[in-house]
């Protein structure tokens, strides 16, 4: 399947500013899963430099500054991706998740795309009893990795409610355990804390998700929107599988990678300082096209 994929970003602020800097991590990444075949990044006010390179997980990083005195930073990105995603076999369940768990405490690699950078907490993803021991439910002895972890997906679904206006950006997510509600980041998040606390591999993973219009309705311009969801070290034969627990379901062929960090701090598509006084208003657009 092949994307087109548009990202639009617009800053209002109250009053003028005199300095921004940003880090973008709004190109997608080439990988297993999908292939970048054409990407571009626009900044307007235009910056007085750029510097652009690969972050420590593999996601390509723009660092932007505009000393320019600005009253609207409008940042596009657009691309266009090739998404391969493997899908799992029919009766495929993997081996049991202890095995998993030892396999990844002894792989020797500390490659970005390796087990071991995904095991340890983070500021974002600590450790936390009561999260550990609610993910325990799904993984009795001996139980194959893939029927756990699908187990534990689907009961993030359904026992926690989808709330944009419950949690913000920084809500820990012990806070957001206890109150049932939150976003995908939220729900990414509590799923790689309880994942962790087992022992197992898992990575926060940022980008898109193809939605489908009713039936009948066209599809509105602007209308999507960034998703998160996590992947999971299934064992060095699976390697890493995406699951979604905003909608209980595997992370294939419509699910688009920016980028994959062990929590959101990694990956944010837009983070910086600017030097201003007064409110600002945040606008975004997304875009997700099928093509193919």
Known sequence: ????????????????VSY???????????????????ADLKVSPRPSSQDRRRGPFGEQMLTVIVDKTHNQLVIEATSRVEVHAAHIASGVTGPPWETVREAALAAPSLDADGPAVHLYPTERTPLTAEITDYAR?????????????????????????????????????????????????????IMITGLRGLGLPAAYVSGY???????????????????????????????????????AILAEDDHIILAVGRDYADVAPIDGIILASGAQSLKVEVDVIPRE
């Open 1 to 16: 399947m092949i994307y087109d994929l548009r990202h639009r970003t617009t800053y209002s602020y109250a009053d003028p």
């Open 20 to 38: 921004a800097r940003c880090v973008l991590r709004l190109i997608p990444i080439s990988n297993r899963h999908q292939s970048v075949l054409d």
């Open 137 to 189: 439910t799904s993984f009795p002895p001996g139980r194959p990795i893939l029927e756990a972890v699908g187990e534990l997906n689907r009961r993030i679904h359904a026992e926690f409610r989808y709330d944009p206006g419950a949690t913000e950006v920084s809500t820990p997510v012990a806070e957001a355990f206890r109150a049932r509600h939150g976003v995908c980041q939220d729900f990414a998040h």
């Open 209 to 247: 998700l193809r939605t489908v219009p009713p039936p009948g309705q066209p599809r509105l311009e602007g209308a999507d929107a960034t998703h998160a969801w996590i992947s999971v070290w299934c064992g060095p034969d699976l390697a890493w599988i995406g699951f979604d627990p905003t909608n």
